[in-house]
């Protein structure tokens, strides 16, 4: 089945630093979100993307959707304590939510 | 007003019983899934439901079988519970089968004893 893979799965840094993590696929995708889930909290939707080339920002995070339609990336820049979590991204091959799957997630911990 | 709700938020429970959570959205979703968690973190889909039908049935024993009363609600049921099942489960909601923007509720962390 589809499988995706994030890297990387785990990662400490210094607050004020700048983030990237990476989502690939062996399968072409038509949409890719990226979700953020705190600790005993559910993932929230931070940035969808629809189109290949894509990039969208939202606030201090950004993330691009691949032209091979097989990966997708998400910045963060500037990091501070409340950027701690598991950061997920989620594969959509058709736009009727019938076939998706998640990433096993990347954890950020922000050293202050 | 929370979004999406999901009740109970713990359950621990012995082997062998019968549960039920329940959620609820208060969107105006027209789709709504539930998700399990397990201690890995890894998120993966179990059912998914678009105005009380049944769309996503990946496989689960059927010992789980959810139910939507509305296009609002959807339950999931548990018989037979077993120790694998230990897991936090996650629901969660979308506007319509079109859109794949989730929405996700706090999860419900179920400890089978």
């Known amino acids: 089945g589809q499988q995706l893979n994030q890297s990387p799965q785990s990662m400490f840094i210094q607050e004020g630093e700048d983030v990237s993590m990476n989502c690939t696929s062996s399968?072409?995708?038509?949409?890719w979100l990226w979700y953020k889930q705190d600790p005993g909290e559910g993932p929230v939707l931070l940035i969808a993307?629809?189109?290949?080339?894509e990039l969208t920002s939202n606030g201090r995070l950004t993330a691009q959707f691949g032209i091979t339609r097989k990966d997708s990336f998400l910045n963060i820049s500037a990091s501070i304590p409340s950027d701690v979590g598991i950061y997920f991204c989620?594969?959509?091959?058709?736009?009727?939510?019938?076939?998706?799957?998640f990433g096993p997630g990347t954890r950020l911990s922000v050293l202050p | 007003d929370t979004a999406v709700s999901q009740t109970p938020k713990y359950l621990v429970t012995q082997m062998g019983n019968d549960k039920s959570i329940k959620c609820e959205q208060n969107?105006?979703?027209?789709?709504m899934y539930w998700y399990k968690q397990d201690s890995k973190k890894f998120l993966k889909i179990m059912f998914s439901?678009?105005?009380?039908?049944?769309?996503i049935n990946e496989t689960v024993p059927n010992r789980f079988s959810p139910k939507s009363p509305d296009k609002a609600h959807l339950n999931l049921h548990i018989n037979s519970l077993e120790l694998g099942d230990s897991a936090v489960y996650f629901c969660?909601?979308?506007?319509?089968?079109?859109?794949?923007?989730?929405?996700f509720g706090p999860g419900t962390r179920l400890t089978v004893l």
């Open positions: 993307l629809y189109k290949a080339g």
């Open positions: 439901y678009n105005n009380k039908e049944l769309i």
């Open positions: 399968s072409i995708f038509n949409t």
């Open positions: 969107l105006g979703h027209d789709t």
């Open positions: 989620a594969g959509f091959t058709d736009n009727y939510g019938q076939n998706f799957v």
């Open positions: 969660a909601s979308s506007s319509r089968v079109a859109d794949n923007e989730q929405f």
